[in-house]
């Protein structure tokens, strides 16, 4: 008897209404997280920041019986729903097309270029350009394994990638040209960062100290890093531990093709639904970031 008591009923616990349950709980849950990221760094934030005081003192006057007080929450709180919509109007009609564009574009998103080949394509051009003109560069993109670390060393941009910007980081004589630029989630992460020295005797002696950092980072981590040499406007790849030197157009780009574009359309189909809740949840690369 003691045994059958000490027994869970397990289909009392999972049932269609614990589900159905769970699922609303999740789709608030979704929709507050929502409205609050929606609202962040606007003017309505700080709005809202005060509806949660009004709410505040409504709990403390409730609790401790101030009449007065109460009374005067309680007329606040019941005009505050039609206060709210004259509000944040402008935030509303945002937050409505924002759910509707992320709703009927993520499916066309997913099968559009893979945002890796612009990353790609825009190294390929900064390398280029920088190496006819002997201009030195660093440049380290992260793969699994965080390059935190390094980036703290250096001055965080957090920035859009592009050719142009990745050029005049590296112009001589200018405040972030000395040291590594980090990619990071398709970022320019932070440029004039420092990385680990190489004492990898079998490098070749010519190769100066861009060269050994990139080498050094590739031995303690698994990042990719390109060094366009100040001497002779040569492109070399380190990773692993290993340097590819004086790489072409066209075999930097497969290299780097290779590690960071995935080509098919079929696979970003498939992965169509993980974008989309990927997207609506704020998954991926956080805001803080």
């Avoid at 709210?84 to 998103?109: C, M, N, T, Y």
């Avoid at 002997?134 to 703290?152: C, D």
């Avoid at 060094?227 to 157009?249: F, H, P």
């Avoid at 590690?259 to 997207?279: G, R, Y």
Wanted: aromatic share 8%.
């Amino acid at each position: 008897m003691e045994d059958r008591r000490m027994q869970i009923d397990w289909s009392s616990i999972i049932s269609w209404t614990n589900v159905f349950n769970l699922i609303d709980i999740l789709i608030v849950w979704l929709f507050i997280y929502q409205l609050l990221k929606i609202l962040k760094n606007t003017k309505a934030f700080n709005i809202l920041n005060g509806v949660f005081i009004f709410l505040l003192i409504k709990i403390i006057s409730t609790l401790f019986q101030l009449k007065t007080v109460d009374w005067i929450m309680n007329n606040i709180i019941q005009w505050s729903v039609v206060g709210a919509i004259v509000i944040f109007q402008p935030e509303i009609r945002r937050g409505l097309d924002h759910l509707g564009q992320q709703f009927f574009a993520s499916k066309r998103e997913a099968g559009a270029r893979n945002p890796n080949e612009k990353m790609v394509r825009d190294l390929v051009e900064a390398c280029e350009y920088m190496g006819k003109r002997r201009i030195g560069a660093l440049i380290s993109l992260q793969r699994s394994q965080p390059l935190n670390e390094y980036v703290a060393t250096g001055i965080r941009l957090n920035s859009a990638i592009s050719s142009q910007l990745l050029i005049n980081i590296f112009i001589p004589n200018t405040p972030l040209h000395d040291g590594a630029v980090i990619i990071q989630d398709l970022e320019i992460a932070s440029a004039a960062s420092y990385l680990p020295l190489s004492e990898n005797s079998e490098i070749p002696k010519e190769l100066g100290t861009r060269h050994r950092a990139a080498v050094g980072l590739s031995e303690v981590t698994d990042a990719i890093t390109i060094v366009v040499s100040e001497e002779t406007g040569g492109v070399s790849i380190t990773e692993r531990g290993e340097i590819t030197r004086d790489l072409s157009q066209d075999e930097l780009y497969t290299i780097l093709a290779d590690n960071f574009i995935n080509t098919t359309d079929e696979e970003a189909n498939d992965n169509f639904l993980t974008n989309w809740f990927n997207q609506l949840t704020g998954g991926g690369k956080s805001d803080d970031q």
